[in-house]
């Protein structure tokens, strides 16, 4: 298990943008896939994007294709979500999450995840 810290939420209007950083602790941060969910009030926890282990693959829900980007700096231990064009659907708590080895977009697979960090989108 590696530990995960999320930062970088807050309050932004419509149209603005926020990045999200998720540092990792340990030395193995590159044997692990890592990925981003969201949960908002009375939903189920949702997939938004997932980075293979050497950061060469990406994949995003569609919700947030062509908006969102998923990257890590294995040599800073750090992946992060960078959101642009940010509306009020996309208002949750925020999760970063590890994996070992393949990529996964099912919540349950994933071994160790963040605090959560909260996202607000005004109108």
């Known amino acids: 298990q590696v530990q995960l810290v999320e930062s970088g939420g807050g309050l932004v209007q419509a149209g603005g943008s926020l990045r999200l950083s998720c540092a990792a602790s340990?030395?193995?941060?590159?044997?692990?896939?890592m990925g981003w969910f969201r949960q908002a009030p009375g939903k189920e926890r949702e997939f938004v994007g997932a980075?293979?282990?050497?950061?060469?693959?990406?994949y995003y829900a569609n919700s947030v294709k062509g908006r969102f980007t998923i990257s890590r700096d294995n040599a800073k231990n750090t992946a992060y979500l960078q959101m642009n064009s940010l509306k009020p659907e996309d208002t949750a708590v925020y999760y970063c999450a590890a994996k070992l080895m393949r990529t996964s977009t099912s919540p349950a697979d994933f071994d160790s995840w963040g605090q959560g960090t909260q996202v607000t989108v005004s109108t």
């Open positions: 340990g030395r193995t941060f590159s044997t692990y896939a």
């Open positions: 980075v293979s282990r050497a950061g060469g693959i990406r």
